[in-house]
């Protein structure tokens, strides 16, 4: 079962489309042009992404796979045998979080599951596979964005606390942002709470461009399905043709940068806006950052936020890392 942030629905959905409407005209009057990245997962897009995951450029995946494959024991001994709450932001499909879910299950029954996302679809197919494939485990999901999960954390159970935050998801974040959310993870949670996050390491540039830029164009397919959403949910006038994906790795800020770049000069109207935008020739909306990280970023950003490192594992290529965090 899951709950959705908000008891009533259809208000939850008007306030959510005031977000989003506020969101895309802050984003569009700025001098550089941007957009929030959680605004790509809607139900095509957390589907678009689930096939970004599957891709042969994109590793990220793949590695924390195999990391999460060999963590179970040592998770589990860290708990000591004490009834405790998994709880995930951005859960997606779980197709990860299902390994260690299975590790821990042949070890211990002594816990539930507590996955949250922003997808309302990604969370109805999750509670039903997750029935199928492990009946046996408590599962109460949460609909709602990180901010509204993190406070919700707060007013739940006593028990301890595994907090995972997987798949790179914190690299959305650029550092300051990072440590803001991350103290406030901390401070919802109690004395011996964990946290476990996984971090796409620096590596060659060459493998960072690919994973971003793959060659079926799915990446790009998830970039313009933003524009589409806009067209869909607040009367935008897209032509997405007239956009063409970017992905390139920003060395100074150790990160990829997506961007849509507008292939003329356009005028767009947004009719939940009532307003109309100039998109120039070449002039670029930026979407998202993903942050890559060295093992001493990972070190620093836990030390400036509370935490203390017990343990990092890392996949066999040393792409991918995976840290596992004490209050
Ligand atoms: C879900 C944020 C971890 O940054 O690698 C994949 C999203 N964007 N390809 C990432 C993404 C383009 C992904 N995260």
């Known amino acids: 079962s899951y709950l959705v942030l908000d008891s009533l629905r259809h208000q939850t959905q008007d306030v959510l489309k005031e977000q989003f409407a506020f969101d895309v005209l802050m984003g569009f009057s700025a001098p550089s042009k941007f957009l929030p ?12 992404f689930e096939q970004i995951t599957e891709l042969e450029e994109y590793y990220p995946t793949r590695c924390e796979f195999e990391i999460l494959n060999k963590v179970g024991g040592e998770i589990a001994e860290f708990m000591q045998g004490k009834p405790f709450e998994i709880v995930e932001l951005g859960a997606g499909d779980g197709r990860k979080t299902k390994v260690l879910l299975s590790q821990l299950l042949k070890l211990t029954d002594q816990f ?50 595994l907090v995972l935050l997987l798949g790179s998801n914190i690299g959305n974040f650029d550092f300051p942002s990072a440590k803001r959310f991350l103290h406030s993870i901390w401070k919802c949670l109690n004395h011996n709470d964990l946290l476990l996050m996984g971090f796409d390491l620096k590596k060659d540039i060459e493998v960072l461009t690919r994973a971003y830029n793959d060659k079926h164009g799915i990446t790009r397919d998830f970039n313009l399905n933003v524009l589409t959403r806009i067209n869909t949910e607040l009367d935008g006038e897209f032509d997405i043709q007239r956009f063409t994906h970017h992905g390139m790795y920003n060395p100074r800020h150790g990160a990829m940068e997506s961007y849509l770049v ?8 947004i009719g939940a806006l009532e307003k109309t935008f100039e998109f120039n020739a070449h002039e670029a909306i930026h979407l998202e950052l993903s942050h890559k990280y060295l093992l001493s970023d990972m070190q620093h950003l836990a030390e400036q936020t509370g935490f203390s490192v017990l ?17």
């Open 262 to 269: 507008s292939l003329e000069h356009q005028e767009v109207h």
């Open 37 to 48: 990245s959680k605004y790509f997962y809607d139900a095509t897009g957390s589907r678009l």
């Open 112 to 161: 539930s599951y507590i996955p949250i996302d922003i997808s309302e679809s990604a969370m109805a197919d999750l509670d039903d596979s997750l029935k199928q494939s492990h009946p046996s485990l408590t599962t109460h999901g949460i609909v709602g964005d990180y901010f509204a999960s993190i406070r919700h954390l707060e007013n739940t159970s006593d028990r301890r606390k």
């Open 311 to 327: 343990k990092n594992w890392q996949d066999s290529q040393c792409y991918f890392a995976d840290g596992l965090w004490q209050v």
